[in-house]
């Protein structure tokens, strides 16, 4: 069974830190990973996609993919408290099927 | 980005009863569109593919007859709750990739979620 791996936190930064949210994942064959955040009683929102090792980055986010380590992270520069929210990371399951761990909570304190 | 709606946003039924949730996409047709369910401070759970024109494909231990789904055109995708009891309560989530229209096949954008509660 495909799995994903998150860290359930909370992870605490300080405003302005970089705030850094990791995952694994058990499906050496996945192709597509995701970062969606979900604020509480809301749905999730996409927030970085990554299909290639290496970084990514839009704005504040990175994202990082490390395929031979089966390891997808996701950095938040100048973190805001505004970005406190749960971090979920998922991956394509097959047949555009995602699957979601866990979720990280993160909280920025200002 | 692609815009998914969802009906009602919230809905509280009497044990026993059905409910009617829908799923749009508003600015794509979508094909293919998932259901999920998310219990309290626990992930997103995919129940269901729901699929244009044919049936939908559940995941394993999700019941069909309970949970009926009609993908009845390339943008409306409907959840029905069938004979509900409390432990139906949860966020039920719809989400459906644009495609073409938008995107990679395996991005997708979430609706905005409906809260179920059965007394």
């Known amino acids: 069974q495909k799995e994903v791996e998150q860290n359930s936190g909370p992870l605490s930064v300080p405003e302005g830190a970089i705030a850094s949210l990791n995952c694994t994942y058990s499906d050496r064959g996945s192709q597509s990973f995701f970062w969606y955040r979900q604020y509480s009683g809301k749905s999730p929102e996409l927030i970085m996609s990554i299909y290639s090792n290496g970084d990514k980055e839009d704005g504040r986010f990175t994202a990082q993919l490390n395929k031979a380590s089966q390891y997808v992270s996701l950095l938040i520069r100048d973190s805001q408290p505004s970005d406190s929210a749960t971090y979920l990371c998922?991956?394509?399951?097959?047949?555009?099927?995602?699957?979601f761990g866990a979720g990280t909570i993160l909280r920025v304190k200002s | 980005g692609a815009v998914v709606s969802q009906h009602p946003s919230w809905v509280i039924c009497k044990s026993g009863t059905s409910v009617k949730i829908e799923c749009r996409s508003l600015d794509f047709q979508a094909t293919t569109m998932f259901w999920y369910r998310q219990f309290p401070k626990q992930s997103l759970m995919l129940m269901a593919t729901?699929?244009?024109?044919?049936?939908?494909?559940?995941e394993q231990g999700v019941e069909k007859d309970k949970f009926l789904i009609n993908h009845a055109s390339l943008t409306l995708s409907t959840l029905t709750v069938t004979s509900a009891h409390p432990e139906d309560s949860s966020f039920y989530i719809c989400?459906?990739?644009?495609?073409?229209?938008?995107?990679?096949?395996?991005?997708?954008?979430f609706g905005p979620g409906t809260r179920l509660t059965v007394l």
């Open positions: 998922a991956v394509n399951g097959g047949g555009n099927k995602l699957v």
């Open positions: 729901s699929n244009e024109g044919s049936k939908a494909t559940y």
């Open positions: 989400s459906a990739p644009p495609g073409l229209a938008g995107g990679p096949l395996s991005e997708q954008f």
